[in-house]
């Protein structure tokens, strides 16, 4: 079946931009985790939904990173004023529940100028 | 806060030879599950193995093994017979099943190269 899907795959913007980036967790998960990756750097915990509400979001760094899940599917994570320390990969992950395990999808390299 | 160090940033194997890979972690929790991911570079992450910390026995997948010792905090992972498209980049992750979040606590990474 199929996995979890993000898009865009690559995204360049400019200093001080708006982004949005895009999950389609694989259906039927009701957790979904979106991770953020530095260069060099194993992947940090951003936020946890468990359905449509944020279960745990004190990894987000500020208040310029914000991430919605309305109908607990797809998730937009979202970025504002973008500033060149934002650029890493961010990778979305979803399971079905606590003990079980997390499947990622191939992120999206956000880039910015 | 539980962390996970992976003391290795680059390891090189021998085609068909073996390899281990290092990993630590630091917790008071007794319930929790470690993780060993691959990550080639098409970037998604990829389950390799993972140890409920309740279960004695070492856990295997064909050809990758760990041993973990719980009172030492230490997980690695070993790939036998070693084959070119073992190459990328592992990720150690620790995950405590309660408190909320369930969220995967990851390393800094150990880059694997499989040599001819």
């Not at chain 2, 160090?5 to 008071?28: H, I, K």
């Not at chain 2, 319930?31 to 993972?50: E, N």
């Not at chain 2, 099943?97 to 800094?108: D, M, N, Y």
């Amino acid at each position: 079946g199929a996995g979890v899907s993000q898009t865009p795959s690559n995204k360049v913007t400019e200093k001080g931009k708006y982004v949005e980036l895009r999950c389609d967790p694989i259906s039927g998960h009701t957790a979904l985790y979106w991770y953020r990756q530095s260069l060099g750097q194993g992947p940090e915990f951003l936020i946890y939904f468990q359905g449509t509400g944020a279960a745990d979001d004190s990894g987000l760094p500020n208040d310029r990173f914000f991430a919605v899940r309305p109908e607990g599917s797809v998730s937009t994570l979202k970025i504002q004023r973008t500033e060149r320390g934002d650029s890493a990969v961010y990778l979305c992950a979803s399971s079905t529940g606590v003990r079980s395990p997390l499947h990622f999808g191939n992120g999206t390299r956000l880039t910015v100028t | 806060a539980q962390t996970v160090t992976q003391s290795q940033p680059e390891m090189s194997v021998q085609e068909a030879e073996t390899v281990t890979l290092s990993c630590t972690y630091d917790t008071s929790e007794s319930d929790y599950y470690l993780f060993w991911y691959k990550q080639p570079p098409s970037r998604q992450m990829i389950l390799v193995i993972r140890q409920e910390a309740y279960k004695q026995q070492n856990a295997t997948e064909n050809r990758f093994s760990v041993n973990f010792q719980k009172a030492a905090k230490s997980f690695s992972l070993k790939i036998s017979d070693s084959q070119l498209g073992d190459a990328a980049m592992y990720f150690c992750a620790y995950r405590q099943p309660q408190g909320g979040s369930e969220k995967l606590v990851f390393g800094k990474g150990t880059k694997l190269t499989v040599n001819p």
